[in-house]
Nanobody, 127 residues
Framework: QAQVVESGGDLVHDGGSLTLSCTMSGGRMDSHPIGWFRQAPGKDREGIACITISGLARDYAPSVQGRFTISKNNARNVVTLQMNNLKPEDTGVYYC????????????????????WGRGTQVTVAS
């Protein structure tokens, strides 16, 4: 069964950049849609970026549109999330997840579309 592990979280300052990685084992990235979610302290988990099986379609939450980029590297079996111009409100635990067999592309930022989750990686943006 495919599993994913997140990495790359760190402490950065306002305006800084980070790249998170979601590495898959037991499966192939080119066979699964992938989503990135985050959970800030005291808040619900929110979908922020997603990419389809083919990697040709992507979607972003308005809060990160234009600053974050999700990409698939099928050769390395990794999905990355490039985050630029980070803000303190981007602080949280970031999770990647594998889409379910009934995944609907037009709902790819919804958590119920995902069945397997990583443990998360902490991103802290200091002002």
């Amino acid at each position: 069964q495919a599993q994913v592990v997140e990495s790359g979280g760190d402490l950065v300052h306002d305006g800084g950049s980070l790249t998170l990685s979601c590495t898959m084992s037991g499966g192939r990235m080119d066979s699964h849609p992938i989503g990135w979610f985050r959970q800030a302290p005291g808040k619900d988990r929110e979908g922020i970026a997603c990419i389809t099986i083919s990697g040709l379609a992507r979607d972003y939450a308005p809060s990160v549109q234009g600053r974050f980029t999700i990409s698939k590297n099928n050769a390395r079996n990794v999905v990355t999330l490039q985050m630029n111009n980070l803000k303190p409100e981007d602080t949280g635990v970031y999770y990647c997840a594998i889409g379910t067999p009934w995944f609907a592309t037009d709902q790819c930022l919804m958590s119920h579309q995902y069945g397997t989750w990583g443990r998360g990686t902490q991103v802290t943006v200091a002002s």
